[in-house]
């Protein structure tokens, strides 16, 4: 066979490292992106942020302190004529309690309620340990008891048996396995003596039990220790008719025991756990306007970002040169720079489409929420779906109604009588809103509210209901059955 050399025209699609970059940019979260810019500011000398200038963030500064100079001697004399209150100190420096206060710095934590920055700086194992050491145990003692504290999990539970905890007991408190599991015994009566309530409990039972110990003595301790000790699981599943039975107590007695028991703590030692709060930066704020909604970007989440005019001039020049690898990174940061505005302006047009078509939602809630799909709006933007996909995962939207995901305004739908077509979003909200007004003496079955979504034109099964019902965390009817 002859080889012969042949030319062919062809088309194909070729992702170029530009395009590459504004792929990973669209689909990253606000977290993500500022990660990937502090990455390539360190990295890429001829990229940096555009700090705005005092000016630009306090405009007519200027004339405002000129003005306040101005009126300084006349503040000066009125302040001199002006009494001194008594809750100012001697030398005139700090506020009066109760004052006002001016904005509040992010950063101070004096407004944190004080509670939670005990359970964030205290652990349940510190808060046990400080309590043990003011104990009039002697050392052995403590010892256990210490042993004990460190086999309890994070909600405060004692999960091994004290059988297997003899079995790891260090040499200095091993001995005779009898002998050994009666000083555990002993020392797990020490520890749950302590606070919180209910630590060291080996079943939620035991952990109620504990904590109703705690309390005074009354009627409703004493029925509340009865149904917790022998009728938990009818207390569970809402028998009250068995409990009544079984106790010989009227309904406002089982109420007032099964108030006492809600209002204890099945998990002492959550408290201490520590706190991991999670802040969402919106991308997008939507706002009413001449009575539409409008959506603009959040400029708090908008890195700015400039080439660097020092090493630009360097680059020109040296630009006879060649610019050796200053040219490259000075492309790059081109790049990144019109990739991250066009991350943005994708974001604020693809919001703006979701907002057209959700505008009943935004006026009267979820129950106006409208089905709606990625191709609606891939259609409307000229963009493809997967990038519709992109653009609205890990982006949120903050309105008057509360900060939401992008995807959340997406969902099925279920069809109507009139042939039309029902948000999921605003079917769960109706179930909601039937859920929460129905008579909890007779509280409504699936297939009660689906009848009731019929009646409304909304088709709908029971096991749909049942479905959207468990998505929102609602109970079956059984267990939402009060006295």
């Avoid at 007519?60 to 100012?88: F, K, Q």
């Avoid at 260090?170 to 002998?179: F, K, Q, S, Y």
């Amino acid at each position: 066979m002859k080889q012969t050399l042949q030319l062919k025209l062809s088309q194909h699609l070729a992702l170029t490292p530009q395009l590459q970059q504004s792929i990973r940019l669209l689909q990253l979260s606000s977290l993500e992106l500022n990660q990937e810019i502090e990455q390539a500011l360190q990295e890429n000398p001829l990229l940096e942020r555009d700090e705005p200038t005092e000016a630009a963030l306090f405009p007519g500064a200027n004339d405002a302190l000129t003005h306040t100079r101005a009126e300084e001697p006349a503040a000066a004399s009125e302040e001199r004529e002006r009494p001194v209150d008594a809750d100012w100190s001697a030398d005139g420096l700090e506020w009066p309690s109760g004052g006002v206060k001016g904005p509040r710095d992010p950063n101070d934590e004096s407004d944190v309620d004080a509670g939670e920055l005990q359970a964030a700086a205290t652990s349940l194992r510190d808060h046990l340990i400080g309590q043990l050491a003011l104990s009039q145990l002697s050392g052995l003692e403590r010892l256990r008891v210490a042993f004990l504290v460190e086999a309890l999990d994070d909600d405060g539970y004692l999960a091994q048996e004290l059988e297997e905890l003899v079995e790891v007991l260090p040499e200095d408190m091993a001995g005779e396995p009898d002998e050994v599991l009666e000083d555990l015994q002993i020392a797990l009566k020490h520890l749950q003596s302590l606070d919180p309530p209910g630590v060291g409990a080996r079943n939620p039972r035991e952990c109620l039990l504990l904590q109703l110990a705690n309390l005074p003595p009354s009627p409703d301790n004493t029925l509340a220790r009865a149904i917790v000790r022998d009728h938990l699981e009818q207390l569970a599943n809402r028998d009250y008719a068995r409990i009544k039975k079984a106790l010989g107590c009227d309904d406002t007695a089982l109420r007032d025991a099964q108030t006492l028991i809600r209002s204890l703590n099945p998990r002492p030692g959550a408290q201490f756990a520590p706190l991991d709060t999670r802040y969402i930066v919106p991308d997008v704020i939507v706002r009413k306007q001449r009575g539409g909604w409008v959506v603009q970007l959040n400029q708090e989440a908008m890195p700015r970002l400039r080439i660097n005019r020092l090493y630009a001039d360097l680059l020109r020049k040296q630009r006879s040169n060649g610019g050796g690898n200053l040219a490259g990174q000075l492309q790059e940061a081109k790049w990144l720079i019109k990739n991250v505005q066009q991350r943005f302006d994708t974001i604020a047009r693809v919001s703006q489409a979701i907002v057209d078509r959700q505008r009943a939602f935004f006026d009267h809630g979820e129950v106006a929420m409208r089905p709606l799909t990625l191709r609606e709006i891939a259609d409307t933007v000229n963009l493809h779906e997967s990038t519709i996909s992109r653009v609205t995962t890990q982006k949120y939207l903050a309105s008057p109604r509360g900060i939401y995901e992008l995807k959340y305004f997406f969902g099925s739908h279920v069809a109507t009588d009139t042939g039309g077509a029902a948000s999921s979003t605003a079917i769960r909200a109706l179930i909601k809103q039937l859920v929460g007004a129905e008579d909890g003496h007779k509280p409504l079955s699936d297939a009660r509210i689906a009848e009731i979504l019929g009646e409304q034109g909304i088709v709908v099964a029971r096991r749909t209901v049942a479905k959207y019902r468990e998505s929102l965390s609602i109970p079956p009817v059984n267990l939402r059955k009060t006295l």
